[in-house]
Each structure stands twice: as structure tokens, then as C-alpha cells.
């Protein structure tokens, strides 16, 4: 079956750019999309389609997919965007283990 | 507005069953695609079903056999059917409403304990 691997953790100081990976074969091929996921609250989608942005999400977050890694990049980092971040692919539908973003 | 509102989490037996409820607004249900997505403690996102605008299903591996979705479109309601509930099924469960291949609506969740 299909696996998205993703690292644990990911720590940045404020202001920095984080960049979370998601792997998985050939997932260039298909189309991933990202989640923010805050404790205690209801994930939140802030890219769908590789790099398209839902409205009311920054542009500090953006997308790309290409060979086997997705990544999704959060640039000037700020306390708020500390969460939870999962990548997820269709068909069957299925998410990555999840990230955990540390900001310093 | 969309919104989802799910209910009938609680502490439940191991072997035992539970129905989980999700009440939606602003849409209809038997246009969408419906999922239930759950996080065990400690655990990352578990997509568990998904029941197709046309009616058909998805289940993940994990409960194949022993949950079941289905949707009461006149009350615009979707509901998952666990049975032979395990300790590994303990987890919040959110109702979720897919656009086409993504969730873009999320209900707030409710906890399910299995007690061993």
C-alpha cells in the first residue's frame, strides 16, 4: 500500500523560513495537499493541489511536488503558525504521519 | 455556512459498538463526498471512511468489516456504525465534508474511549 513519510519534528526560529517534507513514491505523479492541525482544534487546509492557496491562508505558506517529495514551505515563520502539519494524497485517500513545526 | 457538527463519542467497552452522528448545515451531504477522519493519541490523522456522493464507500484497512457509513439525506446527517470496538480505535473523530480530492470543511470533533 501507499505510504507518505513525513519528518517528526521541525524546529525554526521566528522570521526563518520551515520547510516540511512529505515522501512518497513517484508522488510527483499525484496531487497533495496540507493541513494545519492545532491541539484541540479542527484542522485547517492551507494548500490543496500541490501549491494553490484557500482563501484567508498567507501567502507565507506555499506548495511544490515534484519526484518523490512534496514540500510544503512556511516562510517568516511566526509563533501562531507552531501546529501540526500532515500532507495527504487520494486514491485511496491517505495522510502522511504528520509534522510537528517548533518555532524557537 | 457550512457546518458540521458531530456527536456520540463517549466511553465505550472493548467489543462493544457506538454510532457516531454528524449534523450538516449549509450544503447537502448527498452531493459531497463525507468522511470520517480520526487522531488516536499522540497519533497523526487516520482517514477511516468516506462515503461517495453516488453512495458508494471507503474503508480504511484498519476497520474494514466492523465500521459502517452511511448518510440520511432528508436530515442531512451522516453516521458511523463502529462495532467490535478495540483499544486502538480510542481517538477524536471528526466529520468532514472532501471537495474532490481535499477536506475543506472540518466539524470539532468527538472523543471516542474504548476501555480495555
Known amino acids: 500500500s501507499y505510504v507518505l513519510t513525513q519528518p517528526p519534528s521541525v524546529s525554526v526560529a521566528p522570521g526563518q523560513t520551515a520547510t516540511i517534507t512529505c515522501g512518497g513514491d513517484?508522488?510527483?505523479?499525484?496531487?497533495v495537499h496540507w493541513y494545519q492541525h492545532k491541539a484541540g482544534q479542527a484542522p485547517v487546509l492551507v494548500v490543496y493541489d500541490d501549491k494553490a492557496r484557500p482563501s484567508g491562508i498567507p501567502e507565507r505558506f506555499s506548495g511544490s511536488n515534484f519526484g518523490n517529495t512534496a514540500t510544503l514551505t512556511i516562510n517568516r515563520v511566526e509563533a501562531g503558525d507552531e501546529a501540526g502539519y500532515f500532507c495527504q494524497v487520494w486514491d485511496p485517500p491517505l495522510f502522511g504521519g504528520g509534522t510537528e513545526l517548533t518555532v524557537l | 455556512e457550512v457546518q458540521l457538527v458531530e456527536s456520540g463519542g463517549g466511553l465505550v467497552q472493548r467489543g462493544g459498538s457506538l454510532r457516531l452522528s454528524c449534523a450538516a448545515s449549509g450544503f447537502s451531504v448527498s452531493s459531497s463526498y463525507m468522511s470520517w477522519v480520526r487522531q488516536a493519541p499522540g497519533k497523526g490523522l487516520d482517514w477511516v471512511s468516506l462515503i461517495y456522493s453516488g453512495g458508494g464507500t471507503y474503508y480504511a484497512d484498519s476497520v474494514k468489516g466492523r465500521f459502517t457509513t452511511s448518510r440520511d439525506n432528508l436530515n442531512n446527517m451522516v453516521f458511523l456504525q463502529m462495532n467490535s470496538l478495540r483499544a486502538e480505535d480510542t481517538a477524536v473523530y471528526y466529520c468532514?465534508?472532501?471537495?474532490?480530492?481535499?477536506?475543506?470543511?472540518w466539524g470539532q470533533g468527538t472523543l471516542v474511549t474504548v476501555s480495555s
Open positions: 468532514a465534508r472532501a471537495e474532490l480530492e481535499y477536506i475543506d470543511s
Open positions: 513517484n508522488i510527483g505523479r499525484k496531487t
